[in-house]
């Protein structure tokens, strides 16, 4: 069986997650309109956008990989990653919600629902699905790295 070399795709990350991200703007953005003049198999193809997004979740996950094993200090490098997400998306978030719940409609209870994530987790408020999942990535990263440290350290305890 044939390895997969993954250096190439860590040599050309960057450029793939540009690619990536252009393609997920598309795939939102009102060029897709269904009347468009684009041809039509550049259009099929910027309307699938969404592979972008499996794309770029697989490149973050080479990324937290490794990140993680450049240090493997697990508490310092759940409290970057947990801080490179939630300083960004509360200031972010903030100001959205702020504008959308507290200037726009007034309702305190909302933004603070929509700022702590909660109506995506018991509504599905589908504006904040990103971060929940990018959290509860690293999340489950976390619990899997120490399951298989573990893992590791007993198997060196028996093998010696």
Wanted: proline share 2%; hydrophobic share 50%.
């Amino acid at each position: 069986m044939k390895k997969i070399n993954l250096e190439i795709i860590s040599q050309y990350r960057t450029q793939i997650y540009g690619i990536t991200i252009l393609w997920i703007m598309f795939l939102h953005g009102a060029i897709l309109e269904e009347k468009t003049s684009l041809p039509k198999a550049l259009y099929i193809f910027l309307k699938n956008g969404n592979i972008g997004v499996d794309i770029f979740l697989f490149l973050s996950g080479m990324g937290l990989y490794y990140s993680y094993s450049k240090n493997k200090d697990l508490d310092n490098y759940l409290k970057k990653r947990f801080s490179r997400i939630l300083i960004p998306y509360g200031i972010l978030g903030i100001l959205y919600f702020g504008f959308e719940n507290l200037l726009m409609k007034f309702s305190p209870s909302v933004f603070f629902a929509n700022l702590s994530l909660m109506t995506f987790i018991f509504r599905g408020n589908k504006i904040v699905w990103y971060v929940c999942m990018i959290l509860f990535v690293i999340l489950f990263f976390h619990i899997y790295i120490i399951y298989f440290m573990m893992k590791m350290e007993n198997t060196k305890s028996i093998h010696g």
